[in-house]
């Protein structure tokens, strides 16, 4: 592996890219051209490269709680507070928790359906010195919500991007269900039509645990296709309202999960579901 130099004395990595005042940042040609030195080292490196902590613009990734407003950190408040601007998948739902901690900071929207427009905005605004903090409704940026996006363009142009540790939904589900967690793949949100039969096969033959999200209009579906695909037997665990009232958690084979939650009349909260791994 190849070495990468950052100029310490700047203050700055050597990789990032100058300031490009009103042009337009466009992520799919932010790439080093052939024949430039950084081209050499090899692209993860690259993108591993950050500034020190306030030298710049920088993209801070921060977990909201799932449910109890508790689980927020004193660290994430404080980051908060600190950032230039924050942006957020739903401003009126985050007004609500800023307004909680006493964050006065302006919010603006960074969600799935301006991601591709905002992204190249953002980026510029970084690089102009803006430090941004991204937060999404509940638990981690990126994980089954928006900030893939942003944080891959700041890699691409030498933004320094930091995640906070924090809520999540699907690590409290797997450590409690008593399934094996040593080893375990993670699927988010299956596919509700096209391509969900090949994710369910691959969740069929897979010897390591699988945690899934899923809707609650979705779950006895969800349940009846585990059935299907895996057995009756398999066990799996459903995780529903974590961290709030009426947390709630069901583990045992899946036929009698599937019994279980098709016999009620209405299912709600947000859904995790553990499935134990192909048995050997």
């Known amino acids: 592996m190849g070495t990468h130099r950052v100029d310490r004395r700047a203050g700055r990595s050597a990789a990032r ?23 050499q080292a090899p692209a993860a490196l690259r993108a591993a490269t950050q500034m020190p902590l306030g030298a710049g613009g920088r993209l ?9 407003l508790e689980d927020i950190t004193y660290r994430a408040v404080r980051i908060l507070r600190e950032s230039s601007r924050i942006l957020a998948e739903d401003t009126r739902n985050s007004r609500r928790l800023l307004d909680h901690f006493g964050i006065p900071n302006p ?22 010195g803006e430090v941004l903090a991204l937060i999404t409704d509940a638990g981690t940026p990126g994980i089954s919500d928006p900030g ?38 993670f699927e988010g949100f299956l596919p509700p039509k096209k391509g969900r039969a090949t994710r369910l096969e691959a969740i069929a033959g897979e ?20 059935v299907q695909y895996c057995g ?49």
């Open 17 to 39: 890219p100058p300031a490009r005042g009103n042009v337009p940042f466009d992520p799919e040609n932010s790439a080093p051209r052939a024949g430039d030195p950084e081209a």
């Open 60 to 68: 801070i990734l921060v977990p909201t709680p799932i449910g109890n």
């Open 107 to 128: 919010a603006e929207a960074y969600h799935q359906h301006n991601e591709h427009r905002m992204t190249p905005l953002l980026v510029d605004r970084m690089l102009s």
């Open 148 to 185: 893939f996006l942003l944080v891959r363009a700041c890699r691409h142009a030498g933004i320094p991007v930091e995640c906070l540790p924090g809520a999540t939904a699907f690590v409290p589900a797997l450590a409690a269900s008593g399934i094996p967690c040593d080893r375990f793949c």
């Open 207 to 226: 010897k390591r645990t699988t945690v899934l999200y899923e809707s609650p209009h979705r779950l006895v579906k969800c349940l009846e296709q585990l």
């Open 232 to 280: 009756a037997e398999r066990v799996a665990g459903v995780f529903r309202e974590l961290s709030k009232l009426h947390e709630e958690h069901r583990i045992g084979p899946v036929g009698e999960l599937l019994a279980e939650f098709a016999g009620r009349q209405a299912i709600k909260g947000e859904i995790v579901i553990v499935v134990s791994g192909r048995p050997e």
